[in-house]
């Protein structure tokens, strides 16, 4: 079955090339121009992604991205021309999954698009799926709390992605974080680590079971996909 994805852009060049291109690709779009035909359109669940704008005729595109998120978990980017780090914060603050910033390398649009969609595929398949969000620095449990991380607890995370059960060894991680690790102070690592922890444990996400492996390094027994 096609991945449904929900266009809602109102330049219309724009909007008829980038469907044609999604279409290429193999995904069904369905393309709205404004808040009011969004309105008109939307059923929660009758999508599988959405790719908004900002700077509507009758609206912000952020207001529709509040409407789904109240009645629907699908993934959502957002693709503007507000570029400056206060939007950027204000979209990502309401729960975007990505914020992309006008003209974009469709091959970066692309990638993004198919490897959210993937992560949607997995989590449904296996629950307990723990997703890090490496451009929000964001990690989602399975039962939907967000951890905000700094982008250092973001790269720790990231040397466990995909590796569940296996012993990671802390040069890797330091190497990882962008230290030597002939000259690093290991009580730095054992500290971020434990912050970590109890960052997770304090905002309300339970089980992400990350394990000290004395004498190697760390092991993430929970499985975790990056997006």
């Known amino acids: 079955m096609k991945s449904r994805i929900l266009l809602v852009e109102d330049e219309i060049d724009?909007?008829?090339?980038?469907?044609?291109?999604l279409m290429l690709q193999g995904y069904e779009v369905i393309a709205c121009n404004s808040v009011a035909s969004f309105?008109?359109?939307?059923?929660?669940?009758?999508f599988d992604l959405a790719i908004l704008d900002r700077t509507l005729p009758d609206g912000d595109g952020l207001d529709i991205l509040r409407r789904i998120r109240a009645e629907a978990s699908?993934?959502?980017?957002?693709?503007?021309?507000?570029?400056?780090?206060?939007?950027?914060?204000?979209?990502?603050?309401?729960d975007a999954d990505h914020y992309l910033v006008k003209p974009?390398?469709?091959?970066?649009?692309?990638?993004?698009?198919?490897?959210?969609?993937?992560?949607?595929?997995?989590?449904?398949?296996?629950?307990g799926?723990?997703?890090?969000?490496?451009?929000?620095?964001?990690?989602?449990?399975?039962?939907?709390?967000?951890v905000?991380?700094?982008?250092?607890?973001?790269?720790?995370?990231?040397?466990?992605?995909?590796?569940?059960g296996c012993a990671i060894h802390r040069d890797i991680i330091i190497t990882a974080l962008g230290f030597d690790p002939l000259i690093y102070d290991l009580r730095r690592l054992e500290t971020m680590v434990s912050r970590l922890r109890?960052?997770?444990?304090?905002?309300?996400?339970?089980?992400?079971?990350?394990?000290?492996?004395?004498?190697?390094?760390?092991?993430?027994?929970?499985?975790?996909?990056?997006?």
């Not at 309105?39 to 009758?46: N, T």
């Not at 699908?74 to 979209?91: C, D, F, Q, S, Y």
């Not at 974009?104 to 629950?127: F, G, M, Q």
């Not at 905000?148 to 569940?164: D, M, N, P, V, Y």
């Open 39 to 46: 309105e008109r359109w939307y059923r929660p669940s009758s």
């Open 148 to 164: 905000a991380l700094t982008h250092r607890e973001s790269i720790l995370l990231t040397c466990f992605s995909g590796q569940k």
């Open 14 to 21: 724009f909007q008829e090339t980038l469907t044609e291109i």
């Open 198 to 227: 109890k960052k997770i444990e304090q905002a309300g996400a339970i089980g992400l079971d990350l394990q000290t492996v004395y004498g190697v390094g760390y092991a993430l027994h929970t499985q975790l996909i990056e997006s």
């Open 129 to 146: 799926v723990w997703v890090l969000d490496v451009h929000g620095w964001k990690l989602l449990s399975p039962e939907g709390v967000t």
């Open 74 to 94: 699908v993934p959502v980017l957002m693709l503007t021309g507000l570029g400056h780090v206060e939007e950027k914060i204000l979209g990502l603050d309401a």
């Open 104 to 127: 974009v390398d469709v091959r970066e649009l692309l990638s993004i698009i198919k490897r959210v969609l993937r992560r949607e595929t997995l989590v449904a398949k296996e629950p």
